[in-house]
């Protein structure tokens, strides 16, 4: 079991029966939308901040249905000194964009469609709203993790956080395309 209430197991049979986890210990709710909930959850400030510089607020208000992996303010945190910074300067904005994007996927995809869609190469592959493509791989545990262009692999930490306009899977790293 990890921090935000979610096992390997939950990721492996499609989340939490009934309700929807928590995040960073805050309630998320499947009639919010992907904004909404990320403005409760202590752990997305940095996301949030993101998706307000980038000009990203209504897209991902809009219908959708999309799915998000959402990283994490110590995601960021981990990232090269001064790249985050260097990326929510005005100038930066489209490079920024692009970051964020490459962690967007049109659809609604869940857990349990990553893990059933999973191909004969062992990974279930996706083409983000960047361009960009992303691939899924489950481990002998039951992890699963998601791999963007530059070959850098991050455990989704909480999975099917369902919205009204979509799914956010919590991922541990920044997602970069290439």
């Known amino acids: 079991m990890d921090s935000e209430g979610t096992s390997s197991d939950d990721m492996a049979s499609g989340g939490m029966a009934g309700d929807n986890p928590t995040v960073g210990g805050a309630a998320m709710y499947a009639d919010r939308d992907i904004i909404e909930n990320a403005m409760e959850s202590p752990v997305h400030t940095t996301l949030v ?16 249905p999309f799915t998000v992996f959402a990283p994490t303010d110590d995601a960021f945190a981990a990232l090269p000194e001064g790249t985050v910074d260097s990326l929510m300067m005005d100038e930066n904005r489209d490079q920024l964009a692009k970051v964020l994007t490459a962690h967007v996927v049109p659809g609604a995809i869940t857990a349990g469609d990553i893990v059933a869609g999973i191909g004969a190469d062992g990974f279930y592959h996706m083409d983000t709203v960047s361009g960009d493509a992303l691939s899924a791989q489950q481990t002998d545990s039951g992890a699963v ?3 963007d262009e530059s070959g850098n692999a991050y455990e989704v930490t909480t999975a099917d956080v369902m919205q009204s306009n979509g799914v956010i899977h919590v991922v541990e790293g920044v997602l970069l395309p290439r």
Do not use: D, K, M, P
């Open 49 to 64: 901040a993101a998706v307000q510089q980038a000009g990203l607020v209504e897209t991902l208000q809009g219908e959708g």
């Open 145 to 147: 993790f998601i791999y």
